[in-house]
């Protein structure tokens, strides 16, 4: 994570906590929806401490960047989430793409999506 590239962002309010910006790769989040990530799009996420991963991730509909300790850095979204086995279930847009089961204590960091950039074609 350190060796990866810092973008600067403008945002319309004071953010607190931590934030990192993941830039997409690969079509697993795209549906041709409106909803869908595209590859090169630049995801503004949010760190969740730990301490929050008791508590219910699918509670919201939003986009996560999971960092995997072996996978490495996926984004989906949480479709499940079962707090006594610690257990997540990982949920891609695009159809060809099957729902996974991850162990909490696989992931590294989990973030959450709180603003997207869509890069402009040329």
Do not use: C
């Not at 929806?33 to 991730?57: A, F, M, P, T, V």
């Not at 996978?71 to 996974?100: C, Q, V, W, Y």
């Amino acid at each position: 994570m350190k060796n990866l590239p810092t973008y600067p962002i403008s945002v319309d309010r004071e953010l607190k906590g931590y934030f990192i910006m993941f830039e997409v790769k690969g079509n697993s989040m795209d549906n041709n929806s409106k909803e869908s990530l595209q590859e090169g799009d630049l995801l503004l996420s949010r760190n969740i401490k730990k301490e929050y991963w008791k508590y219910n991730l699918n509670a919201n509909n939003w986009k996560y960047v999971i960092v995997h300790k072996t996978e490495g850095i996926m984004i989906r979204k949480i479709i499940k989430h079962d707090l006594e086995k610690k257990i997540i279930t990982a949920h891609s847009l695009n159809p060809m793409f099957e729902d996974i089961d991850i162990s909490l204590d696989e992931v590294d960091q989990l973030f959450h999506v709180i603003q997207i950039q869509r890069k402009i074609k040329d």
